[in-house]
């Protein structure tokens, strides 16, 4: 990529910081350049949250549904997945996956929930209805 | 508490993380695309039954933690690194570590750091950064793709130290162990290595996911994927790979960029003038993985998405396989004056 082809286009990160960017010079050297951003891969990070955001919608009807527990839902709120929620709460894999019933969630105990409300930074209630403010 | 230390940016934070901490131990010769290519950093893998993000899972450089490694050791520089069970002793070795006037790599998630937009923060768990000091309650901290120094209070640096899933940091914290004047005659020696050891992963790694056979293998799934996923799903996979290929680190063009800046640096040591045509091929592979980025953007935009803009895409990686496995093997017939 020659320098004056570095593209500026101003990007999420563009507004906190430059990036810095591999780029050749007139006479064929390489130096390096902060770049903003490059609107084809700030489209690619778009792409990335839309599917996030669908997917939180699509847990937020499927507990509506009775299809799933609240814990689907702020799982995909929170960008994790079973794997971490385990990792973080300290519960098997497999006692994650149970508590996403939305039947095994009603009959929860108060520590499992609060362990729970902790790791998505949400109250019991909060957790239980899935009324959140989120700014 | 306070150790001087020279804040740098640079394109990759392990790269950043392993130039700044050298430079701060007298190995002055040293800039990010030597770091990168004398620790053999350039590389591509597709593991297909791996997912992140629920997305494929790709990348354009070395396994995290190697680049360090291999480059001190290629130096003779001895490396001590820690993990922990416990977050109080994480944070004591780092305070004992600061006051003897060391700064330190740590190895973080970035889901929790709080100076990183939202918009790039992900459960990913292997950004390094270097912690130089400590003011009250606040470390100071030096992150190679920030511009500037910033901070973090211990109980954020803790969290990110702490972060769980997949490459789980564990309070990771690294660092060279000694100071060390490191001659020319150490880096020409570390160029050498460095080199032969990112031809054989490119050219003779086993399996067909990694190397120069795995841009091959991308190459033709890619042009399976509007098929088998649907051309939304298809889409999400594209914006995936040219996030690993562009976003944050890369230097551009998956990293493509940085090895050819390093084969100009190297030639500064040996004047070999095949060096210079080969860094030119890599200029020219990682222009054609940006054509490719350009590609898989109008596709996951919506402008276009027939079969043949599948193939299109799935064309740029096959001509960047050839360009490179001809600039690697043309790496591996350098004839290095003894």
């Keep these: ?135 | 508490m306070k150790v001087d230390f020279k804040h740098t940016q640079a394109a990759h934070c392990e790269n950043g993380v392993t130039t700044s901490l050298l430079r701060h131990h007298g190995v002055n010769q040293i800039t990010e695309p030597l770091a990168f290519g004398i620790g053999s950093g350039l590389f591509f893998i597709y593991i297909p039954f791996m997912k992140i993000n629920n997305g494929p899972a790709i990348a354009f450089r070395t396994q995290p933690g190697l680049i360090f490694n291999r480059t001190c050791k290629a130096l003779g520089i001895p490396v001590a690194r820690k993990k922990f069970r416990s977050k109080e002793e994480a944070e004591k070795i780092l305070m004992e570590c600061l006051a003897a006037g060391q700064p330190v790599g740590c190895q973080v998630g970035v889901y929790y750091l709080t100076y990183f937009p939202k918009e790039y923060r992900f459960h990913f768990n292997a950004h390094n950064i270097i912690v130089y000091g400590r003011e009250d309650d606040n470390f100071l901290i030096s992150d190679p793709v920030m511009e500037m120094a910033t901070s973090l209070s211990s109980y954020e640096l803790e969290r990110v130290r702490f972060a769980k899933g997949a490459f789980a940091p564990r309070g990771q914290l690294y660092y060279p162990k000694e100071k060390r004047e490191v001659t020319n005659e150490q880096i020409k020696k570390a160029i050498k290595t460095g080199i032969h050891r990112n031809v054989n992963l490119m050219l003779r790694i086993p399996g067909p996911i990694a190397g120069i056979r795995g841009i091959r293998y991308m190459a033709k799934k890619i042009s399976q994927w509007r098929d088998k996923l649907g051309p939304k799903k298809a889409g999400s996979y594209l914006a995936q790979l040219v996030r690993m290929q562009e976003e944050i680190g890369t230097g551009g063009g998956g990293f493509r960029f940085i090895y050819a800046a390093f084969l100009q640096e190297a030639h500064a040591y040996h004047p070999i003038p095949e060096l210079i045509d080969i860094s030119k091929q890599f200029t020219k592979s990682g222009d054609i993985w940006r054509s490719a980025a350009v590609q898989a953007a109008g596709i996951y935009k919506g402008r276009i998405g027939s079969q043949a803009d599948f193939d299109v895409m799935s064309d740029y990686l096959r001509a960047s396989a050839d360009i490179e496995k001809q600039a690697f093997q043309a790496l591996s017939k350098i004839k290095w004056p003894a």
């Design chain 1, 1 to 135: 990529m020659k320098r004056d082809e570095l593209p500026q286009d101003l990007g999420a990160l563009g507004k906190i910081t430059g990036e810095i960017c591999y780029v050749v010079d007139e006479s064929g050297k390489y130096t390096t350049q902060l770049s903003n951003g490059w609107e084809v891969k700030s489209s690619a990070l778009d792409v990335a949250w839309k599917d996030v955001e669908q997917r939180i919608q699509d847990a937020h009807n499927k507990v509506a549904n009775k299809e799933a527990s609240p814990i689907l839902f702020f799982m995909e709120l929170r960008v994790m997945d079973i794997p971490i929620v385990a990792a973080y709460t300290g519960f098997w894999k497999w006692q994650v996956k149970k508590h996403l019933k939305f039947d095994v969630f009603q009959k929860l105990s108060p520590s499992k929930l609060a362990k729970y409300a902790e790791l998505f930074e949400v109250s019991v209630e909060e957790l239980k209805t899935m009324k959140v403010d989120e700014s």
